[in-house]
Every structure is written in structure tokens, then in C-alpha cells.
């Protein structure tokens, strides 16, 4: 049997089904469950930030199960760890993966899924005997979540080839450490090459981090693109003085310039609507006393908009703002990109496969852009691309609370075996043949 | 010649300028440029938190000063230093002081001047071998900011029996120390009782820490009454979430909810007019990541009125937009009253006297309200009470740029000796005296 590229609908899909892969959820859960033991934080969530001890331990176990499944396991220099499963023939593999840095107060599933449920595949396809044509590579990217060192989604990045290497090495963390110190720190600056390999195509399967589909009941998210992301860091300095003495007509206050900002933010979102959202998640006042007007305050927006001309304007009407606060405070203002990501369409086809696998299982399907950003957005600019998105309980995200049903956990990784075999070109286990 | 009790303008102040008491400016001056050593920051400010290494090190440099000039010095239970020059009665003492613990980022002048300028008035007494009638004390009172533990004026708070002992010792500051704790370590802990004895009259001097006096080119503000002040320590608790993927009309943002707390305060002010001032000068944010809807921020709200009844507004104002802000984005929000002070008037016959001394020595006066708080307005409820005002260049303070013109520094601390001197009853020196 040959391979069947990425195409429309055809009749393959029955030849996977006939080989009776089946993952086995029980391994699929105890994965999940001894990785969220690294970095566990109170509440059942997980703290593993990107490149810190905690991080090390999560990439040590997860390359331990790899090689215990047979996989070739190459590091690159960025610390983008790739496992890879031979097929019958060489040439780029079918790529699946994910992340598993975590936010400091992160939930167990949020990028840790999607690869234990490649690895799941790998099991699965390995307890049937089955060789794909295709290789088949399970990734995990660096700092995908942002939350230690900008950019987020910084391995996956690198890896193809937007942003480059030196760039990404030389970032600082709000901790002061930058990427490569850590990265060799930790012993995850690899030998392998970036940017690296072009997949043949790839698939991520991640919970949604939202509500939509909890709310809907529905169980499976076919992502038919990824949110456009703006994030500013804004610097505001005034004049620190007496909180007491200073009329409020003399006040140059970096502190309620920032409250401003923060105010109207909200107040852009709500006016542009659709499916725009603005966020103030990081503030902070200097000096940060009761009785001081502050003098400095950093903080940064997020703005996020699926429609490039609607995530300009948004970004358009935010510098507006800055430009009125500085001529009514008198404040000066800087603004630094943290991060800026277009809006990123899959391919149709790739969604029309996975569209199509959840279906022929009976789960529920809906289209739906990805509010958050994902590695796969990057590697949609390489190769054949989409998500599988599983329900997130009320939508808790970012957040020890986050949660996803068991069967939703198995639903998703049961779709995502049939779309990798199906694109790897699943076949019989030698000797077992059909003429 | 007999004590001349406060009162009204009288001649006195005849007999005690034929003394021929004179301040010695460099002397002066070197003591506030030693004492701002201590702590030194960069740009020529101070940083002694209160019961810090920095403050305990001020507090042995001024008590090294106060015993080489003849003062008996003792130290009460919460840590306020009294020195006291004898007079030729027995009984309570005219008293003068201030503060000598700073802000993180304060000036050199703010509390020091009215300490090291009091020290200076003893300094002349002697110098002139002059004896007053009545003891002559010069004190400094702990934790006057309230920069690392609140409330703040906690020393003179505890000295005039306010604020309970053990209440103020269990105070845990911002970096979880105890003032009992820090007080014990710095070895300030002392044996005086509090409360303490009443003074028989009480002046402060102070830098204005504003820009009313430096504007008009006004060289003495007469201080008529303090400001009343409302500290509020505001703790919102929401929902963290994934920036990206939480719709708006879904989110419980505390983070937001700080911000429409910032925007209000600053209306409020507005809206109120006259004198009302309102700052929101420290906040933090939880987690505090760029791509985190805030569960958690925490914000103070400073409240200001030389008028209760409008204080009282402000405050019931700012309690309505907490309801509705509850109600609109569903969060919770609770508060916690970190200081409350209402507006102090001084005593009209100390002001006065202040105000004639000023004259009779050539300076252009003001009367004016203090918006700052002082150890002035605890003491004004046990004894006459009054302070003496000079400009701060710009009206900057709390600020290492908080600046006082020598020749201000010297004009308050005449004004000083002659009130002092008249209200202690000074006298020719023994042997030269008049029949």
C-alpha cells in the first residue's frame, strides 16, 4: 500500500480503522498524571516555567518514555526535542507534538496532552506491529507559553526558521537568566540543526483553554486558524511625590496612567467586538507605596483578534490612547513588542481530515478559531497544518483548575491516531500482508 | 522672670531676643548632610525604612548628637526617642521633633530637618548659656511613613495613647517582620512607659512637601490643621484565565477591576474639588503574567480632606463603586482601612504665636493645611500644638529630588528657637541676670 498525501476524503481512512489500532487510555492518564507530579503545585496544577529545574525534570521523563518507546530522540540547539519513529521509507516524517512548559500557575494538560498523546500513537501503533509508510515524529517545542522569556512559541519559532537562533539565545527572563545560559544549564542546548526539518505535515491536539466547547457539549474543536497576537510592553515614568501635598491638577502619576490604560483596553474590546479581547495581566508601580505618587509603572496588553485589520486598528486606537495620556499627564511612554504573531489560517485540507475521523468515530465536530496562540501556527508556514482541540471544563485555563474529561482526553487521542496514521500511511504488520 | 503661658501676642518674645540666642547655620547644616549618610541613596535621598539596619544606624547617630549636646535621652516601648534639656522647674517639657525614618526612596529633609533643627535650638540655648524656665525636650518618633509597617505615625500614635501597645508591636510590615521583632533587634525597645508624659506644648517644623509655599515665594507656612486621611488596602479576588481564549462577557478580571479603581479615584478627586486629593499608589497583580487574566490584585487607595464630612464622601463614594464593580464583573472585593485619621486643628494661639515670631523676624508668612500627615496631629489632641512650614523647591517630596533652599532651612529654625524659647521661658544666663 502506498502513501496517500494530504489530500480530500478518500477511501484510506477504512484501511487505517482495519488495523485495529487502539490506544489504551489508562496509559494515556498515568502519563498525564506522572507528569503533572513535575512541578506539581498545590491545587493539582503544575509550575514548570521554561528552561528551570522543573522544566529539566518534565523534558528527562518525557525523553525516557520516548526512548523506552523506540523512538530516535534528537535536541536541537533552541532544546526543541524531537522523537522519531521510522517508516518504510525515509524522508521527512509526519510530525504531532506540543509543548510542556507550563505558566507559573499552569493546569496539567495545557501543550502536555498533545504530547502524550503523540507518544500514546507511537504505543499504540507499536502494540499492533504496524510500520508507517512515513516516519513519525512526536515533538515537544521550548517555551511555548512566554510566561519565563518573549517570545512565546519561541521554539517552535526557531525551528522554522522566523526567528533566529543567536535572537532567541541572547533573550532575558523576568528572572534576569537568559535562553541559552539556561538552555545549557540544564543540558537541553542539543547538537541537531535549526531551523530543522520540514515535516510532512503536522497536527496538534491540545485542550481548548476556552469555553466554547464545554458550553456546547461538543467534543471535538477542528481549529481552522489561530488568533493574531499582539503583546506591548508599555513603561510609563512620571514624577513620584507626596500623595498628601501634591494637588491633583500639579500630578505627572505614572499609576494612574496605567489605570487608564487598563480601563480602556476593556472599553476597546468591547467596541470592536467580534472576537477581539484585550488583556492587562502584569502591572507594576515604582516605588509601589501607599503614600507615593509612582513614578514608573510597566504593563503589558494583549490584544488577540483572528482579522489582521481588526488586530491593526486594535493596536492603532491602543497607541491613540498613549499619545492622549501623554499629553494630558505629561507622562512619557514607551511601548516595546513583546510579541507579534499575524492571524494563522490552516490548511482546509488538513481540517477536512480531522473533520472527517472524528466524524467516522461519532463525536461531535465544531470549526473554531484558537483564541490562544500554538506551536502549530508556526509550522503552518512550513508544512500541511491543523489542531484538534478537546473541551476545557468552563473554559479554566492558565490555572490549576483547568480541566478535561477523561473520555474527552481519550476522544482526542483516538482522532489524532487515526489522522497521524492515516497521514503516515498506516499499514498491516509484515506477514501479515493482503496480496 | 515667670513662665508666660501660650497665649496671645505679648512681650515676652522681647526678652528672649535680648538673650541674643542665635542658630549656627553650618552647624545645622553639616548635622542634616551627616544624618543623610546614613542610608544614602543615589541622587542624594535616603532609604531608612523604619526599624531597618539603615534606621536603627539614623537613630545612634542623632542619640550620639543629643547626649554630646546634654539632653537626658530616653527611649519608650515602641521605640520614640525623647531628649531633654532641664529647665529651672520640674514639670513637663516644651516639646519639639519629628521623624527621622524615611520613605524607600526619600529626601534628606522630610522628618530630619524638624529633629536636627530642634537639635539645633538646644545647641543655641547652650551656646548662649541660657536656662529655661520650663524643661526643653527634642524628640523623634518611630515609624512616621508607615512606608514599611501601617499605620504610619504609629510612634506618636502609641505616645499619646491611640493606638494600644501591643497592637502597634503586632504589626507585621510589608516584608513580613514584626515591629515588637525589629524593635528588639535594632535595640529600640525601650524602658519609658507609653503613653507618654504630656508635653506642655508641642511644635514641629517640617518642609511643606508641597508647592504652595515654593509658588507664591512664601518663606513660612503657618500650619492651621492637618489633613484627614483614609488609607484603604483593596484585595480583589477573579478568575484567572487564558488571555486569548476567555470572551470578554465571561471574564471575572480583578486586574481589570484595579484599573476602573484607578480611573475612579482620580474622578473622585475631581468631582470633590477643593482640597481632596486621591492616589492609588501601590498595586500587585496575581499571577502577573502577560497572557493571565488576573485572579488576584491588590491595590491601596489614598484618601485625603482637611474636612471630615467630605472625607466621609469620598470614602462612602469610593464603597459604592466597589459594590457596583462587584456586581458588574463579579468578583470579590475586600477592604481593609490601613490608616484613618480625621482632619487636626491646631491650636489657634500656637499658630499665632508662630505666625508673630515669623513676622517680627522679616519673613513673608502663610497660614495654610498640612496634606501630609505629622506626629504634630497625635500630638495636637494632648497639648497646644502647631508646626512651622518651609518650602520644598517644586513641591517635590518622597522623592530623592525633595529639595529645601539653605536659607529656608535656616529662616524655619530661627522661627523655631523663638517660639521654643518663648514658650519655655528662656532666660539671661544665671549671673547676668536683670533685677
Known amino acids: 500500500m502506498g502513501f496517500v498525501p494530504p489530500g480530500p476524503a478518500h477511501s484510506q481512512e477504512h484501511l487505517v480503522s482495519l488495523l485495529n489500532l487502539q490506544i489504551d487510555p489508562d496509559r494515556l492518564h498515568r502519563r498525564i498524571a506522572a507528569l503533572a507530579e513535575v512541578g506539581a503545585i498545590e491545587g493539582g496544577g503544575c509550575a514548570r516555567l521554561a528552561l528551570t529545574d522543573a522544566d529539566r525534570a518534565g523534558r528527562d521523563l518525557v525523553c525516557g518514555w520516548m526512548r523506552e518507546l523506540g523512538l530516535a530522540v534528537t535536541v536541537d540547539a533552541i532544546g526543541n526535542v524531537v522523537g522519531v519513529r521510522a517508516g518504510r521509507v525515509d524522508g521527512p516524517p509526519v510530525m504531532t507534538g506540543s509543548h510542556i512548559d507550563t505558566v507559573r500557575t499552569g493546569g496539567r494538560y495545557d501543550g502536555n496532552y498533545g504530547v502524550l498523546a503523540g507518544l500514546e500513537v507511537v504505543a ?12 513519525l515524529a512526536v515533538a515537544f517545542f521550548t517555551n511555548e507559553e512566554g510566561a519565563r522569556f518573549a517570545p512565546d512559541m519561541m521554539g517552535s519559532l526557531v525551528y522554522t526558521g522566523v526567528l533566529a537562533l543567536d535572537e532567541a539565545l541572547a533573550v532575558q527572563g523576568i528572572d534576569g537568566a537568559t535562553v541559552g545560559g539556561e538552555l545549557a544549564r540544564i543540558g537541553y542546548a542539543g547538537p541537531a540543526p535549526v531551523p530543522g526539518a ?122 491613540a490612547h498613549l499619545d492622549a ?45 484558537s483564541g490562544a496562540g500554538h506551536d502549530a501556527q508556526m509550522l503552518a508556514a512550513v508544512c500541511p497544518t491543523a489542531m484538534i482541540f478537546v473541551p476545557s471544563v468552563d473554559g479554566i485555563s492558565h490555572n490549576v483548575r483547568e480541566y478535561t474529561r477523561p473520555h474527552h482526553i481519550e476522544a482526542g487521542a483516538r482522532v489524532l491516531l487515526a489522522v497521524l496514521g492515516e497521514l503516515a500511511g498506516a499499514t498491516e504488520p509484515a506477514g501479515e500482508r493482503k496480496p
Do not use: C, Y
Request: hydrophobic share 40%; proline share 6%; no cysteine.
Open 325 to 369: 495620556l501623554r499629553d494630558a499627564e505629561k507622562v512619557d511612554i514607551a511601548t516595546r513588542k513583546l510579541a507579534r504573531f499575524a492571524p494563522v489560517p490552516f490548511a482546509p485540507e488538513m481540517t477536512a481530515r480531522i473533520e472527517r475521523h472524528a466524524r467516522a468515530q461519532g463525536l461531535s465536530t465544531r470549526r473554531m478559531p
Open 124 to 135: 499504540a501503533l507499536n502494540d499492533a506491529g504496524v510500520t508507517t509508510e512515513h516516519p
Open 198 to 319: 520540514v515535516p510532512r505535515a503536522f497536527v496538534e491536539l491540545h485542550v481548548e483553554q476556552g469555553p466554547v466547547l464545554d458550553r456546547e457539549g461538543t467534543e471535538i474543536g477542528v481549529v481552522e486558524s489561530v488568533q493574531g497576537i499582539s503583546w506591548t510592553e508599555i513603561d510609563i515614568r512620571g514624577t513620584s511625590n507626596h500623595a498628601g501635598t501634591t494637588p491633583m491638577s500639579l500630578r505627572r502619576d505614572a499609576g494612574w496612567a496605567a489605570g487608564s490604560i487598563i480601563a480602556f483596553v476593556r472599553e476597546l474590546a468591547q467596541e470592536l467586538g467580534g472576537d477581539q479581547v484585550a488583556t492587562v495581566g502584569r502591572i507594576e508601580f515604582f516605588p509601589n507605596l501607599v503614600n507615593v505618587v509612582p513614578n514608573r509603572a510597566v504593563l503589558t496588553v494583549d490584544l488577540r483578534n483572528t482579522d489582521e485589520a481588526r488586530l491593526r486598528l486594535a493596536e492603532a486606537r491602543l497607541a
